[in-house]
């Protein structure tokens, strides 16, 4: 039997910043059910890769299909895309007039027409599973950053997508509340939640995810299983980058 295709495919993918070239013939597959970690060192490219997938950046060359479909460029095929493709930012982007309820009700309720009552119903179930039930009724600045970003987290999911994209969701994160949203990430990647995720959390990276993907310089360098990756990297790049951050 041949192997299903890629849930997202991305093929010699190129992207231009005026004279910049950040995503330089980029290929990337990810399977259904994969998680792939993303590291490398800022400027990298990582997270415009991201933003890609999603067409929150245009690209100026190459494909990105999802589920087998092309990238569309605009319209309902484009916003139909992005719902199927969850993202979770470095900036947690609630809205702060609404509360965290409503926060994560607001996607289902607009965009995929479920009632308020059965969007309700999920949002506290979501809520549930990423521990902050008794938060539901609060207002962003009422919770902690760590808290902040599991609603965020829970509003991602509330659209039940095909995808879950993270871009450094822990990076603007205090110490003590990283562990809290990386513990939610990883119960999410043990129940098969495909997931794409930018980070510098390397004990992350080294327990969750099936494939870590290195980038330098707009380039994909290399890609292998955690422990392959972390035990002997293969470029001198990958080398040079992990002796500078893990301590040994």
Avoid at 24 to 50: F, R
Avoid at 125 to 137: C, F, M, P, S, T
Wanted: net charge negative.
């Amino acid at each position: 039997m041949s192997a299903p295709d890629p849930l997202v495919r991305m093929d010699k993918v190129n992207k231009w910043f005026g004279e910049l070239h950040v995503l330089q013939d980029v290929d990337l597959a990810i399977g259904a059910g994969e998680v792939v970690v993303i590291v490398g060192p800022s400027g990298s490219g990582k997270s415009t890769l991201c933003r890609t997938i999603n067409r929150l950046e245009r690209i100026d060359s190459g494909t990105i299909t999802i589920d087998g479909v092309a990238l569309p460029e605009e319209g309902k095929e484009l916003a139909r895309l992005r719902a199927g493709v969850g993202m979770v930012f470095q900036s947690f982007n609630l809205f702060a007039h609404k509360s965290v309820l409503d926060n994560v009700t607001l996607g289902p309720i607009k965009v995929l027409d479920v009632s308020k009552g059965e969007a309700r119903e999920r949002a506290r179930a979501l809520l549930e599973r990423v521990g902050i039930a008794d938060k539901a009724d609060r207002y962003p600045a009422e919770l902690s950053g760590g808290q902040q970003q599991r609603a965020a987290i829970a509003r991602a999911l509330a659209m039940e997508p095909k995808l879950m994209m993270f871009d450094e969701p822990t990076s603007a994160l205090d110490p003590e509340m990283i562990q809290e949203v990386l513990e939610v990430m990883e119960e999410l990647a043990a129940e098969g939640t495909t997931m794409l995720v930018v980070s510098h959390e390397m004990g992350f990276a080294r327990k969750a995810a099936n494939r870590v993907a290195f980038m330098d310089g707009g380039r994909i360098v290399e890609t292998a299983p955690p422990d392959q990756f972390f035990d002997s990297p293969q470029t001198p790049r990958a080398r040079d980058f992990l002796s500078k951050i893990l301590v040994h």
